[in-house]
């Protein structure tokens, strides 16, 4: 299993990503840089977080040009399972992989905490080792992470089952209390018509060992891992 | 260029004594230029110098077997760590500019402690914070104001730290109005690198060329010295700032450009660009390596046109290092930057004849002995007041305090609330390293690069050291090796930031002497020698210098991972404990400056021997697997203790407890803060090991109760106390959110 | 050559940072703002001239601005 | 009654966005894009008249600007 971990100036969770992937997963993973112009031969790509370019202007608006982002789009056109995490996630819809727009938190202000998160669709190569209704504790960090669509591309999202993840509380309830951001549908994680490309907003690299609360982000990358093995047979 | 003569005005503005500039012109057989008037100003202010402080910073214990560098060497001492590995660390203060400018202010103080770091060759793991501000409660005088500085300081080291990608993983906030207007941020990074990979901040190598690299130069900073560069650029005086403007993208390439280019082997030296920017970084690396340097500000990349050496010179623009080459590797350095998009230029040369030499083209605008600006700065041993012990608070004068609504009241005070609003705006997470976070006595952070666990505190008591500096410097050291072994860490080394107000003053440089010497007593009696630090001194407002305020930052390790204990009670059913000596007063207590606004006493003192052995007896009991969380009590006693082992865990745990009597009054027994006291919890199955355990120890030992139920319930003399823990929960962990979401917020000027 | 771009959030998009400025200006005493909105502002100052309308376009649509959440408009200030 | 006021870096003060912004547009072919600085604007549609001149002052210096590194500018866009 061979993931491409994306590396622009200013991601901070490349290594995060790299390392987990590794000791937690025994994965093959390896740094991508920004000036690359191919990410041919991997079994899935991460737009890992972080602040690509400072976040100047806005999350992921000059990464969306790095010469990387072009192959990016070739081998998701191609079917490479490609996912983008907080800041990834940013680049990704900047880069139109994925529709909408994460604009400023509902109440300004940066937030890292543990949340929850229902899981609504496991059909994903990202989500398949779960079960619908499934609530994960992941944490979540960002500052701009309020996911906005306009209400077409809103109600294409909901019909075609293409919601990976929303905000909820311990017990699985969609809840305004229960929104970190002000997301419109509470909308934690989405994928692309096809499937092959999630973006979202919380950080499943940081929930893979007990030791640092939980465990349950484990269940993206073992998904990954499983839908690479069923590709291969 | 025509620079303005050196009249005494001219000299005086640069801070400059009439005697100081006689031994200038000793030093340099002549009379100094414009400019190199400038370059002393700086170098022989007490930021630089230390003059003031530095006889007193002598008291520090510096050494120890774990000790790679020493204080003062470097920019920061680097402790052994095991296995080949250590760590990097110091705190900083950026008071002045956090007044005036405090998005930026705090940011850039957090830009420039992590370059701090990673110019030892350090990859920086992590952040913590030591905040004070004036009083922020709805109707406080000023509040609105402290509150845009608590916002404002807050999402600035946000801004920063979250940006580069290191947790910010601890802290300490408080409010007082000694702190209007002159708030305190002090910054704390930590760095891990191996002992092979040490860099120096030396100019070794005659003839090895002198790279600058990272940002351009503008006149940022300036403000300072503006004042005397007036006539310079009358035009852009106005526009001139006195606080720069971090970049934080910036300085993340410039950090692992640095780490890269230091793994090369082709670094002889390297140093930050911090106060005095371009001045300090080249004539303490050139005294340093016993050398000279010559320098042409031709060829250093500039943001604006028309700067002069001056302005070059003392321009305190953010995100710059100073790297000095092994000859034949400069296109290896050329190389690196160009990958990450950094400016880097070739500038000069080290030189053998010990001068720092610096040329505008042809021109040779300054030649100064580097050491006269370094080693030879003048010392100035300021006169202290002598002083009288404060009278021990007379109880009889303090109305009995209803200690049912005492306990929420200080729980929703911003000084023990909660700090919830701060730490998560903090990403106090990334690097996947924070095990314990914050919101527990002493923060543990796993460093994947060593497989290390290590824990930090950050402490200070301005109060205390108000009543008796010597005691305030003794008890913040005391409180962080305990918040240290409260957590299962043996404390390593620490490093201090010492806040006071105009030393000139012979009581300010009394509280500065004595609270020296408390801390420098403490630090051997834990064997924990000084790493280095920051002196922070003229923090003074209207109204005042404000209370000294010495903080300390320890850093210790913990080698079994199955020996991280936190401060909440685990379940229901386990046993809860007190250790620790019985004692009596209000003095210098939270509760008496809270309910009766009293700043009065004399505050109880640190037994160090005595809290040494607690330390060592508790870090035995957990190693022995018998305890199950262990909290120190601090600001508002063994109540206040009480309810954040209830309240802090994921989820909240009650507890029945009876105070024994020490025929204290009910307020006394319960808000008291009597150092070297601690909170412990453990299984019933332990109940009489543990007590022989520390009782063979000689350590006090008082069973309290048991945790249980959803309340918290303390008993005194038959009678009881009860709290719901959801009444205590909303007034401590909501206090500060209702409070700052009130806040007409600045627009962030980023 | 000197262009103002001025970037809106679009009327539809909630504007959190304006809502915060009108709270707070009401604190300052203007007793009813109205209606405050938050954008970004981008001077260029270029020595050589400007690109043609269809690239400077093509830059404020695609980089300077993000059409799903906000509107541009662009002011010649200096020739 | 409508105002915009535009808040900007001081000349002399580091605009970081700006700067990257540059680099951005010129690799959007806008070879030199020269000096680009980036600032905040903020729009104010209110329906009551506008505070006296002193007051609004007050609201962009303390408020929406920090005069220490930003200027301001106030435009009246309608009555
Ligand atoms: N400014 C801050 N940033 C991050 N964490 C903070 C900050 N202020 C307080 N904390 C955290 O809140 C908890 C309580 O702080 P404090 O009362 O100072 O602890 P103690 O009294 O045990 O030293 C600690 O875990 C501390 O790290
Ligand atoms: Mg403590």
Known sequence: MRFAVLRFPGSNCDQDCLRTLRDNFGAHAEPVWHKETSVAGFDAIIAPGGFSYGDYLRCGAIARYSPVMRAVREEAERGTPVLGICNGFQILCEAGLLPGALVRNRGLHFICRQIHLRLENNSSPFTRAGLIGQVLRVPVAHGEGCYYADNDTLQRLEDKDRIAFRYCDADGNVSPESNPNGSLHNIAGILNEKGNVLGMMPHPERACEERLGSTDGRLVFESLINSAMAAIQ | MKEPAITPEVISKHGITPEEYERIRGILGRDPNFTELGIFSVMWSEHCSYKNSRPELKKFPVTGDRILVKAGEENAGVLDVGHGWAVAFKIESHNHPSAVEPFQGAATGVGGIIRDIFTMGARPVFLMDS??????????????????????????????????????????????????????????????????????????????????????????????????????????????????????????????????????????????????????????????????????????????????????????????????????????????????????????????????????????????????????????????????????????????????AALPLLLAHPTLARKRWIWEQYDHMVRNGSVVGPGSDAAVFLARECGKFLAASVDGNGLVTRLDPREGG????????????????????????????????????????????????????????????????????????????????????????????????????????????????????????????????????????????????????????????????????????????????????????????????????????????????????????????????????????????????????????????????????????????????????? | MKIRVTVLPKPSVLDPQGVAVAGAMKHLGWENPGRVRVGKVIEIDSPGACPDEAKLHAICRDLLSNPVIEDYSVEFLEP
């Not at chain 2, 080291?157 to 990608?165: L, P, S, T």
């Not at chain 2, 160009?338 to 080290?350: H, R, Y």
Request: net charge negative.
């Open chain 2, 131 to 404: 905040l004070r501000f004036g009083p922020v409660e709805k109707d406080a005088p000023g509040a609105a104001g402290n509150r845009r500085l608590l916002s404002g300081v807050v999402s600035g080291i946000a801004h920063y730290g979250n940006c580069i990608g290191l947790p910010t993983i601890g802290g300490e906030t408080w409010f007082d109005e000694t702190y209007a207007g002159n708030p305190l941020v002090n910054v704390f990074c930590l760095g891990v690198l191996r002992h092979d990979q040490i860099a120096r901040g030396a100019a070794k190598g005659i003839g090895n060329p002198v790279f600058y690299v990272g940002a351009e130069t503008g006149r940022d900073g300036l403000a300072g010295a503006a004042f005397a560069s007036r006539e310079l650029t009358e035009e852009s005086k106005e526009d001139r700032p006195a606080v720069q403007v971090g970049d934080p993208f910036r300085e993340k390439l410039l950090l692992e450009a640095c780490l890269e280019l230091l793994a090369s082997g082709a670094v002889a030296g390297i140093q930050d660009m911090g106060a005095a920017g371009l001045t300090c970084s080249t004539c303490e690396t050139a005294s340093r390596g016993g050398s000279g340097i010559d320098v042409d500000l031709d060829l250093v990349p500039k943001r604006e046109n028309g700067m002069t050496p001056y302005e070059i010179l003392l321009s305190e623009s953010q995100e710059r290092m100073l790297v000095i080459v092994k000859k034949g590797q400069e296109d290896c350095v050329r190389q690196s930057f160009e990958k990450w998009d950094l400016p880097c230029a070739e500038i000069g040369k080290v030189t053998g004849d010990g001068i720092m030499r610096i040329r505008a083209g042809s021109e040779v605008v300054a030649e100064i002995p580097a050491s006269s600006l370094t080693d030879e700065a003048p010392v100035y041993h300021r006169e202290a007041a002598d002083w009288t012990p404060p009278e021990v608070l007379d109880i009889a004068s303090v109305p009995e305090t209803d200690v049912q």
């Open chain 2, 474 to 750: 003794r008890r913040c050291v005391a409180e962080a090796a305990r918040n240290l072994a409260c957590s299962g860490a043996v404390p390593l080394g620490a490093t201090d930031n010492l806040n006071f107000g105009n030393p000139h003053k012979p009581e300010i440089f009394r509280q500065l002497r004595d609270a020296v010497e408390g801390m420098a007593e403490a630090c051997r009696a834990f064997g924990t020698p000084v790493t280095g630090g920051n002196v922070s001194l003229y923090n003074e407002n209207p109204s005042g210098p404000i209370d000294p305020t010495p903080v300390v930052a320890m850093v210790g390790l913990i080698e079994d991972e199955a020996h991280i204990t936190r401060q909440s009670f685990r379940e229901a059913g386990d046993d809860v404990w007190l250790l620790g000596e019985r004692s009596a007063g209000l003095d210098g207590s939270q509760l008496l400056l809270i309910a009766h606004r009293r700043k009065e006493g004399r505050p109880p003192q640190t037994d160090l021997a005595a809290e040494v052995a607690l330390q060592n007896t508790l870090r035995q009991a957990i190693r022995a697997g018998l305890i199950r969380s262990a909290h120190d009590c601090a600001e508002g006693g063994i109540a206040a203790a009480l309810a954040e082992c209830c309240l802090s865990g994921d989820q909240p745990v009650g507890a029945e407890v009876n105070l024994p009597d020490d025929g204290l009054r009910y307020d006394e027994s319960l808000f008291h803060e009597a150092p070297g006291r601690i909170i412990i919890s453990s299984g019933p199955e332990n109940r009489k090991k543990l007590e022989r355990h520390f009782a063979d120890n000689g350590i006090p030992v008082r069973f309290l109760g048991a945790t249980c139920g959803k309340d918290l319930s303390i008993g005194l003399r038959g009678k009881t106390h009860r709290w719901e823990l959801d009444g205590l929960f909303r007034a401590w962990d909501g206090a500060l959110q209702d409070l700052m979401d009130t806040v007409a917020e600045p627009l962030a000027a980023h």
